[in-house]
């Protein structure tokens, strides 16, 4: 589409981008737009056959929206075990050397698989990650960059969890793991 050019989608909208070889379009006669495979387009009639057209189709693509939660709760003695509620606990409140145990969660609320999900936590400057606390769906989990789908990178700071493909209205099980307020 253009100033020069009938050319305009179905819908009457004109081109945001455009691609005419040089001299193109003609506007001579012609009612359809050919793709040449250098990716350049020219005007030629409807009835010419072995080109390659641009077509518009309008599909609706739902896509997935992915929710996570975060919450933590005290574990005083620092034994892996919560003492109080989770989602009860804020790092920012608590004093040096006690423990906490953050677990964390997914949820697919959008209109389609959510692919590769990754959790990712990043520990506030205020604390330490306490090695060899990752846990998913209740099962231990290497701190190191390996096979399972846990890890947590010292260097960032960062804790990680894979959970994989969610499906629509999916939740992943719970990822946990420990902190220690310095």
């Given at each position: 589409?253009?100033?020069?050019?009938?050319?305009?989608?179905?819908?009457?909208?004109?081109?945001?981008?455009?691609?005419?070889?040089?001299?193109?379009?003609?506007?001579?006669?012609?009612?359809?737009l050919a793709w040449q495979f250098n990716g350049l387009w020219h005007d030629v009639t409807s009835t010419v056959s072995s080109v390659f057209y641009v077509i518009e189709f309008d599909i609706d693509c739902p896509q997935p929206e992915v929710a996570v939660v975060l919450e933590g709760a005290k574990d005083v003695t620092c034994d892996g075990n919560a003492d109080d509620a989770f989602g009860t606990a804020k790092l920012e409140d608590m004093y040096s050397g006690e423990c906490a145990i953050l677990r964390t969660r997914a949820t697919n609320n959008g209109e389609s698989i959510a692919k590769g999900v990754l959790m990712s936590y990043t520990v506030p400057q205020y604390a330490t990650y306490k090695t060899g606390t990752l846990q998913y769906d209740g099962a231990a989990r290497t701190d190191a960059a390996d096979t399972d789908n846990g890890k947590y990178d010292a260097t960032t700071k960062k804790v990680q969890f894979s959970a994989g493909d969610l499906d629509v209205g999916a939740v992943s099980p719970d990822a946990q793991f420990s902190v220690v307020i310095d």
């Amino acid at each position: 589409g253009g100033a020069t050019s009938p050319f305009a989608w179905v819908t009457g909208e004109t081109f945001s981008y455009t691609n005419w070889m040089s001299g193109q379009p003609d506007n001579a006669g012609e009612d359809a737009l050919a793709w040449q495979f250098n990716g350049l387009w020219h005007d030629v009639t409807s009835t010419v056959s072995s080109v390659f057209y641009v077509i518009e189709f309008d599909i609706d693509c739902p896509q997935p929206e992915v929710a996570v939660v975060l919450e933590g709760a005290k574990d005083v003695t620092c034994d892996g075990n919560a003492d109080d509620a989770f989602g009860t606990a804020k790092l920012e409140d608590m004093y040096s050397g006690e423990c906490a145990i953050l677990r964390t969660r997914a949820t697919n609320n959008g209109e389609s698989i959510a692919k590769g999900v990754l959790m990712s936590y990043t520990v506030p400057q205020y604390a330490t990650y306490k090695t060899g606390t990752l846990q998913y769906d209740g099962a231990a989990r290497t701190d190191a960059a390996d096979t399972d789908n846990g890890k947590y990178d010292a260097t960032t700071k960062k804790v990680q969890f894979s959970a994989g493909d969610l499906d629509v209205g999916a939740v992943s099980p719970d990822a946990q793991f420990s902190v220690v307020i310095d």
